[in-house]
């Protein structure tokens, strides 16, 4: 362990605690902190509240048909089907209770397209969408300012639960993505504890913010306990493993949480 356990987290693996665990898509959070939850379930109440649940029908952009190519599903409905499905099963089976907020991916989030444009938006769809591409836009970390009523809205409806939890995780958007940004940055609304968990597998390639990390004081423990009982939790999410996990290896990678 790099550090003493977080006080938060102290409390709750002894006494338990009310746990409330932000997860920007339908496997971030058994991912990223699957372990954890597991060893928290017996002695805490944990609700497991995925932000972005849903898709839009086509046409879609090249990112977008990339991915669902990459989860042999034949459309977007038919997949966030099956994944909201698959979440709930595994969420169910660690314990917790699997939410979903109905928000719709980065992927698929569509802007309005002035009418002169809409037939060309058709054969263009880039056009038509928030993140046009995944490399360039979603992977980048900036946020579309079309998402700014959205981040509002985020904002509300979770500090709004305040009195449902003693504790918030949320990921600490390791990798950029946007849609973990916006989630990492509803634990600067939460009155009451918060902690910080790196997002996997991203963390396998990228560092945290250091300045997001400088500014909160943050400091870091690891938790390497029930990694193989987590693996088959992993697995659980079949349209997505193979596609993160391509050789069929699932690192065995001790989860890290962010704490003040």
């Known amino acids: 362990m790099t550090e003493p356990v977080p006080a938060p987290l102290r409390s709750a693996l002894t006494a338990g605690a009310r746990c409330l665990v932000l997860s920007p898509h339908l496997d971030d959070a058994v991912l990223s902190c699957g372990a954890l939850l597991r060893e928290l379930a017996p002695r805490c109440e944990i609700t497991v509240l995925t932000l972005f649940t849903e898709a839009t029908d ?3 952009g090249r990112a977008a048909r990339s991915f669902l190519r990459q989860c042999a599903h034949p459309d977007a409905a038919t997949l ?10 595994v969420v169910e089976t660690l314990g917790a209770r699997p939410e979903h907020l109905g928000v719709t991916d980065a992927l698929f989030r569509q802007r309005e397209v002035p009418t002169a444009l809409a037939p060309v938006a058709r054969l263009v769809p880039e056009l038509a969408h928030r993140y046009p591409t995944f490399r360039f836009d979603i992977a ?16 509300m409806q979770i500090a709004a639960r305040a009195g449902e939890a003693d504790l918030l995780l949320c990921p600490l958007g390791v990798g950029r993505h946007v849609d973990h940004l916006l989630t990492r ?13 790196s997002d996997l597998p991203y963390a396998l390639e ?7 990390v400088r500014r909160g004081a943050l400091r870091p423990w690891s938790f390497d306990g029930g990694l193989e009982a987590k693996e088959s939790l992993v697995r659980g999410y079949t349209t997505q493993v193979d596609a993160l996990f391509p050789s069929g290896v699932l690192p065995r990678l001790a989860e890290t949480y962010w704490a003040r």
């Not at 966030?80 to 099963?89: C, I, N, Q, S, V």
């Not at 980048?140 to 904002?155: K, P």
């Not at 940055?185 to 968990?197: H, K, Y």
């Not at 990228?206 to 997001?212: E, I, Q, T, Y």
């Open 58 to 60: 086509g046409p879609h």
């Open 80 to 89: 966030f089907r099956a994944r909201r499905d698959e979440d709930r099963a």
């Open 140 to 155: 980048r970390g900036r946020v579309s300012r079309g998402d700014r009523r959205l981040r509002a809205d985020l904002a």
């Open 185 to 197: 940055d509803l634990g600067l609304v939460w009155p009451r504890e918060v902690v910080w968990f």
């Open 206 to 212: 990228h560092a945290p913010d250091p300045a997001f």
